[in-house]
């Protein structure tokens, strides 16, 4: 087990009277590569700030390595932030930037330029110490902006969206190389996003959340493969999230056709959401699938094709690499272990299915 | 060729705007200032400068205008400060407030100060009514500098809020974040970035303040003379357009020489700050003229 490094106890945080976290309790664990996943305005940021110390909770505590640190002043923190839009000081070239930190510390001169060329050696930059910000680009001032944080030997990284500025390509070397970061580091990482994408590439941990809730805590496999309700399914992923009767144990009604699948415990005739992947529907030969449907709509998508098959009074969305062509009568069939059965909504707040990508 | 003919076709006004309004007027400034009375090229004119009497009044018109420019400054920047920070609900009003003098004539403002400072003006009236002694403060040095500062202010307010407002607020917390404490963030991060719009802000009081001879004439009587005074007095009493030609030279030198200085701190600031430092030194410029024609 690992060790815990920060603990938020029931934190609640309203802004003019709206609130955006609401009696929240998160755990993270060291040397843990942690994002908080969810729509804007879910509270991801919000919690990211309370942990920075730029905002103070109205209600509960934070507790970082066993010490309340709630009302500490930011500058006092073991924890080095990178901001969305980097916040590089333009007055300042990359080298003095990156030693900000560690002059406000006083640190002796030569320790100052060796931390510098290791940091700019560990993202990447070197010979970029006397180049102005303003001159470089996203992805770079982005590396800038990371080195900064990191010459300090936080305890905790933490980032919020740093990487929502930059280009599809680059975003994706970034990712690659924040965990490779991670991994050389070996300090704990907080990582805010609403990439879902992003979240399963990177992340040790992930945390779902809502409405200022938590909706889900995981790997990235169980956030994926066992999504705990129609939030999370649908924010993580395309998915066909369908409502469903759970007629016994593993047993689901689904669009009036018996399905088999492998969840129990839900009761007999007890109504649930059922997640399905799209990459998870097998679409076969009339006759040889559970669920009779026709080909509605096919898309080309490089690795596969997406199609919408009309089954059942539901549009299913299909990932295949075998094309069925638009109009053609097929059969779906899903395979038990493939369907995720979940509870239905206690409360409104879980209710939410409104994403904005 | 259009499109270049189109172009040019559009600039014309402003060209021969340029050209009759502009540089045929230094033109003549420049012959002035290079000839005597019977047109025979000389130095005379500049060298006068050196002269006590208007060494003296560049001088004066240096200090009190240096005084008045840290004055503003000193007012201007808190304020800046606190707008840009607090985002104060009604803060356009508060700008607007400090802005709105601007909106009434120069002279008008300044003649107004002068019946509120006069020996048996408003200020000194109150000040019977209550008994207390009264205060000489017209026709001093600090009455000058009262006028400068009141009519100056805004042009130090607007360019100094502008710098610090488009301060990120991530700038700050990025600061903060890596250990500086809230003096170590101002004196590092707040201030350093905000020179920008203090060195346009000093330009714009410095410069109005420097040249003027509305206020020192109204607020300062005849007896403190700056060196607009003396220049205004060779045109308007003494006739000596070579005189007032040459030493309006060396105050435009002194002023192209402030600017350059300036512009050398200012240039990696990026474009869009500096059009909207311009379109407000374009005021500042029209209002001073204003007062300069109407004298």
New interface residues.
């Given amino acids: 087990m690992k060790k815990e490094l920060i603990r938020l106890e029931n934190v609640s945080k309203s802004y003019d009277g709206e609130l955006i976290l609401d009696d929240l309790s998160l755990t993270i664990h060291e040397n843990e590569f942690v994002t908080l996943l969810g729509p804007s305005g879910c509270g991801k940021t919000t919690t990211l700030r309370i942990i920075g110390g730029f905002e103070t909770p109205d209600k509960g505590r934070v507790i970082f390595d066993g010490e309340d640190i709630t009302s500490l002043a930011p500058n006092k923190r073991q924890l080095n932030t990178v901001f969305q839009k980097y916040a590089l000081f333009t007055h300042m070239d990359v080298a003095e930037n990156i030693a900000f930190g560690l002059k406000i510390k006083n640190k002796p001169q030569d320790y100052i330029e060796d931390r510098i060329n290791y940091a700019l050696k560990l993202v990447n930059l070197s010979g970029y110490e006397h180049r102005m910000p303003g001159s470089l680009s996203g992805g770079q001032q982005q590396r800038v902006a990371i080195a900064r944080a990191i010459v300090n030997e936080p305890k905790v990284l933490l980032l919020d969206e740093p990487l929502g500025a930059l280009d599809l390509k680059l975003r994706q070397d970034m990712q690659y190389e924040l965990i490779r970061l991670k991994e050389e580091l070996g300090i704990t990482f907080i990582y805010v996003t609403h990439d879902q994408e992003e979240a399963l590439t990177m992340s040790d941990h992930i945390v779902v959340m809502n409405q200022g809730y938590i909706q889900q805590e995981g790997s990235p496999e169980d956030i994926y493969n066992e999504p705990e309700n129609a939030f999370v399914a649908d924010f993580i992923g395309d998915s066909n999230i369908i409502k469903a009767t759970m007629v016994r144990d593993e047993l689901v009604n689904i669009l009036d056709t018996d399905f088999i699948c492998v969840d129990k415990g839900f009761g007999e005739n007890t109504p649930v959401d059922v997640v399905i992947r799209p990459e998870d529907v097998e679409l076969v030969e009339r006759g040889e699938g559970t669920l009779p449907g026709r080909v509605s709509h096919v898309i080309f998508k490089g690795v596969h094709y997406e199609m919408e098959v009309q089954a059942g009074g539901y549009a299913w969305l299909v990932h295949s690499t075998r094309l069925y062509e638009t109009g053609k009568e097929v059969d779906i069939k899903v395979d038990p272990f493939n369907i995720q059965v979940m509870n239905k909504p206690e409360s409104e707040d879980e209710e939410v299915l409104s994403v904005d990508d | 060729m259009t499109d270049k003919k189109t172009s040019r076709l559009l600039t014309s006004p402003y060209t021969a705007w340029a050209l009759i309004f502009i540089l045929v007027p230094l033109a003549m400034v420049f012959y002035y200032g290079f000839t005597d009375a019977n047109g025979a090229l000389t130095l005379a004119n500049i060298k006068a400068i050196a002269e006590p009497v208007h060494s003296r009044a560049l001088l004066l018109a240096v200090v009190l205008s240096v005084i008045s420019t840290v004055i503003c400054f000193l007012l201007a920047y808190p304020l800046g400060m606190i707008l840009a920070k607090h985002r104060v609900t009604g803060q356009g009003i508060i700008i607007t407030l400090f802005i709105l003098p601007m909106w009434m004539n120069f002279l008008l403002r300044t003649l107004a100060w002068m019946t509120l400072l006069e020996n048996k003006g408003v200020i000194n009236g109150i000040l019977d009514l209550l008994h207390l002694p009264e205060v000489n403060i017209i026709n001093t040095p600090g009455a000058i500098v009262l006028g400068m500062v009141y009519n100056f202010l805004p042009f130090m307010i607007l360019p100094v809020y502008n710098s610090l407002s488009s301060i ?1 607020d ?2 700050i ?9 809230t003096v ?1 963030t101002f004196f ?2 707040t201030l ?2 905000s ?1 920008p719009g203090i060195i346009s802000g000093v330009t714009m009081v410095f410069i109005p303040a420097l040249t003027t001879f509305a206020i020192s004439t109204m607020l300062g009587g005849s007896k403190i003379l700056l060196i607009g005074n003396v220049i205004e007095q060779e045109f308007t009493l003494t006739y000596d357009w070579n005189l007032g030609a040459g030493l309006s030279i060396v105050l435009m030198v002194f002023i192209v020489v402030n600017m350059v200085v300036s512009a050398m701190a200012e240039r ?1 600031d990026s474009s869009e700050k500096r059009s909207v430092r311009r379109s407000i030194s374009h005021t500042a410029g029209s209002d001073a003229g204003a007062g300069r024609e109407e004298r």
């Fill in positions: 990120d991530s700038v917390n990025a600061a903060r974040d890596l250990g500086a404490d170590q590092k991060i350093p970035l020179v990696d």
